[in-house]
């Protein structure tokens, strides 16, 4: 399962009541290769729901995400934080042995 906390579900609710995000839409994240530390985080809101997706509902977030995908991101909590390295959603993935210096990128 993929967890959001309160911060992140404070930011998407706002997104959406901003009218910057679709209503319907939920959150698609992802893995992908690349990045210092050799895989990167993809996060996007979309729309279409593909029959290989996963779908997971936390504190009435829905999030997203491909079986391939899953297998990198199970037990992750989607947070969101304005510190000094910018305001964003970030990733705090159990699974990660390894990640760069601004957190966009893990190794396992």
Known sequence: MITVSEEAKNEVTRLKGQGEVDQNAFIRVGVKGGGCSGLTYNLEFDKDL?????????????????????????????????????????????NANRTCGCGESFSI
């Open 50 to 94: 593909k029959e290989e997706d996963k779908l997971f509902e936390d504190k009435g977030v829905k999030i997203v995400v491909d079986k391939k995908s899953f297998l990198y991101l199970v037990g992750t909590e989607l947070q969101y934080t304005g510190g000094l390295n910018g305001k964003g959603f970030v990733f705090n993935n159990p």
